[in-house]
């Protein structure tokens, strides 16, 4: 690898110097970035990068000034610093969340709002309740009402319908919040 002061290598010589260079001190060098990063993968991009540097200064692994080794590592740990450096640079990113919707300021309108339907549904009969219960408080499908009310689908229903209606004439034509189950 050693040249006399002002011979430049052709793009074979380049190639070869570089290769020599990789198989002399690609492990080192692997290793050392391994280990200031902690990441294998960055390392290996960083590695890289060493050896473009020193294929785009050839004249610096042949000048006879210290060692290459030493060179190589100085300029992995340079691009380290520099790679943190940005990373520290940039905002942090955050990470997408669901969707959650604000937080209400004054909640006393629908704990209002509750009594309201808890009282109207009281006034229910017991039939009609339970099956409003079932499928806006507890979520369940019609067929999952159904099931659990041991009634048959047609009459969860005709009982949804009916419920609904009675409500609806309670609140005297204003939405209480509840709609058709459509399901």
Not at 74 to 94: L, Y
Not at 114 to 119: E, F, L, S, W
Not at 164 to 170: E, P, V
């Amino acid at each position: 690898m050693v040249r006399s002061a002002g011979q430049r290598p052709g793009p074979a010589g380049n190639e070869a110097l570089i290769r020599s260079l990789f198989a002399e001190h690609g492990r080192a060098l692997l290793a050392y970035v391994t280990r200031l990063t902690e990441d294998r993968a960055l390392a290996e991009d960083i590695v890289q990068e060493t050896i473009l540097r020193a294929w785009r200064n050839p004249d610096v692994m042949v000048n006879g000034k210290g060692s290459v080794r030493g060179w190589l590592l100085t300029v992995a740990r340079n691009i380290v610093i520099d790679h943190t450096r940005a990373r520290a640079a940039r905002p942090t990113e955050v990470p997408e969340v669901p969707y959650k919707p604000p937080v209400a300021r004054d909640h006393a309108d629908n704990v209002v709002n509750q009594m309201v339907v808890m009282d109207a549904l009281e006034q229910l009969p017991p039939e009609h309740r339970d099956v409003l219960i079932q499928i806006y408080l507890r979520g369940r499908t019609i067929k999952e009402a159904a099931d659990a009310l041991g009634v048959p689908v047609g009459t969860v229903k005709s009982r949804t319908f009916y419920a609904l209606r009675t409500l609806r004439d309670t609140f005297g034509g204003r939405d209480a919040g509840l709609g058709m189950v459509t399901r």
